[in-house]
């Protein structure tokens, strides 16, 4: 396995943040104060309770409450185990379900700095994903443009859903501001949680939630095509982390097929859905949601009409696979090897700059 996996960069890692304590040295006096004053100390994010199986695997817990508290242990995990040659960290601390906007980013701001410090100074093989407050677009922007001279942020992190559908206006200055540095947005599923994660309500289990969540990639996918956003953003790309990957022909089929009906709707989208998303959409690997049938996995690939869309992750330190099985078995060796590298190079232009 480690010889397949030499040199290539996983696009989907996740650096746990080990309490609200480790990130107030990052804050000013005033919101060092505030987070105390308002009692919260134990705050995590609802979708990754650190304790459920689903969030890491036992043997990367070895023990602790968290996995992936620490540089050394993602590397002995992660980047030694399989000879990569990077790792994109998306930490998920769940700031974007903080309703007070302010804190927010002050908080986003906060862990952006302890990425900083805690992982990117002491390990070259890795880059980041800028974390915003989706509360505030034009704060989001002021964040982005406060790291942007650090080329190891290559990206800009959302959660797959927020308070509005991702086509809307309302998020351009982030797009505007994305595509201007050369980052793509990187939607991870997740949600502020303020609306139910599906259509008809509220679900009652975490495998509930966690399945649903594609049905928000997949709105949010149709609101970004149908709002213009690529005609408006030329060169932006959108990375869905985790999102899986086998829905995503049946989903371009349909929205193809009623697109070309009633098109007069939105005429500025002036080529088929399918068009575009090969052009700005990538997805990360893991987890891939199809049988491991090579016919399957071939026949899902040559619907998606593209080498260049699939993006190596091994999503650690979540637990979708066993051992050292990151490849799912039988994905087409032309689709697995353009994964690894290539792909990667390509989706992060940021990349080239510290490596
Ligand atoms: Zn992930």
Redesign the pocket.
Known sequence: MSDVLKGAIDC?V?PSVPGLQALVPYLDDYWRDSVDIRGMEGFESRAYPPLLSASSRPDWRRGAIRAAESVELLCEDVLDRWALSGAIL?CLYGVQQIHDERLAAALCSAVNSWLVEQWLNKEPRLAASIVVPPQNPALAVEEIERRADDRRFVQVLLPAMHDLPYGRHYWWPIYRAAERLGMPIGL?IGSAYRTAVTAVGWPSYHVEDYIDQTQGMQAQLASLISHGVFVEFPELRVVL??SGVSWLPAFCWRFGKFWRGVRIEIPWVDRAPIDIVREHVRMTLQPLDAPEDPDILEKLFEQLGSDEMLLFSS?YP?WRFDGDEVIPKDLPPPILNASLLKNPGETYPRLGGVR
């Open positions: 989907d996740h998306n991870h982390i985790e999503d979540h």
